[in-house]
């Protein structure tokens, strides 16, 4: 019966072993999607500032033209 006991209590222990290990490759793997989106974010958002910039300095430069 002791037997018995202790091999479900080694059983407990490794399937909790299999979900924490489960519950931390899950958790790995969303932090690097959202790692992943979090940086093609970044970059559209700049891309969008500098693409603002160009064209504000393009128009800049045609008025100063224009007016000369």
């Known amino acids: 019966l002791i037997v018995g006991f202790v091999c479900i209590s080694l059983m407990i222990n490794d399937i909790e072993h299999i979900f924490v290990c ?3 490759t899950c958790v790995s793997s969303f932090e690097k999607s959202l790692f992943k989106s979090s940086v093609y974010f970044l970059i559209g958002l700049l891309y969008f500032f500098l693409w603002s910039y160009l064209s504000s300095l393009y128009s800049l430069i045609i008025n ?5």
């Open 64 to 68: 100063l033209l224009s007016d000369g």
């Open 22 to 24: 489960l519950f931390a």
